[in-house]
């Protein structure tokens, strides 16, 4: 048993709202222990003029708080695991994977409240090439306009950029109490979320069994099955957090039923799928339903993103 654990953590009012919730459980499960945060500027954080699918390259929200913990400065890093890249670094591992927050998409239009009812050719801000491509689908009259930034930024630019509404995770939005603010969610079936969507990763060294034991409690056992289905069909994509494509894994009297699409950046061409099977089973069900949407057709947009440098 350790007595003092420090997290790593980002900066911004969400990454301190789920670093802190993390800490709260360890202080819960061990009343003796002392947790500390540690403040991290990440690429991500920096990057903020170009959109996420510009900026290029894997683990940009990560990849600073991994080499603290390759350096033994942290002991765990909390993080969206829907920023986490499919593959981690050598030597570190998810520690625990938390009860999953809703994993659903979330519209926040003030003034028109809901997406059939945005008058023609209206703004609605996102970075997500996922939601971009999902709204088009519905709406290809609608304008995307690329909005970056902490949650509370990408709302305010409804105001000072005068959109008509942006489009947040609902997990995101409810952690920080924003949730009144919504005024349409998204089901799985109006829009796919992304992988992990609204789940906490724990990351730490792979070698660090005392950490792993404390850990242990934390992780959920059918958020895990539902992740590693959702990671796996990403993976076999060889995506990233900056990619059109969604995967939606839920557990049911122990079977893993994966929901997924990929999608043209115009959302004219949608590949969409399902698969059910064991929850344990979730790496082979993600990897066969990627396959099976690839060859309906998926490929095409793949060989695009790769063209575009999106996906390597
Ligand atoms: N890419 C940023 C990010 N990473 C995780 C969340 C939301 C919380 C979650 O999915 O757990 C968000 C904000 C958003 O997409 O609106």
Redesign the pocket.
Known sequence: MRDHIRIGTRKSA?ALW?AEHISAELKRLYPGVSVELVHFNTKGDRILEKP?AQVGGKGL?TAELEAAMYDGDIDIAVH????MPTELPEGLTLGAISAR?V?YDALVSPEYKTLDKLPQGARIGTS?LRRQAQLLHVRPDLRVEVIRGN?QT?LSKIETDNLDGVV??Q???K?LGLENQITQVFTADEMIP?V?????AIECRADDSEMLDMLAPINDEATRYAVEGERSFLRQLNGG?QVPMGVHGTIEKGQLRLRAMIASLDGRAVYEGEISGPAKKGEILGKNLARALYEEGGKHIVEALIEKGIIK
């Open positions: 969400l789920q996420l929200f969206s695991l829907k920023d927050e994993p997500s949650v990408r947040l995770a997990a995101g939005l952690r992304a992990g969507q609204g789940a906490l957090c």
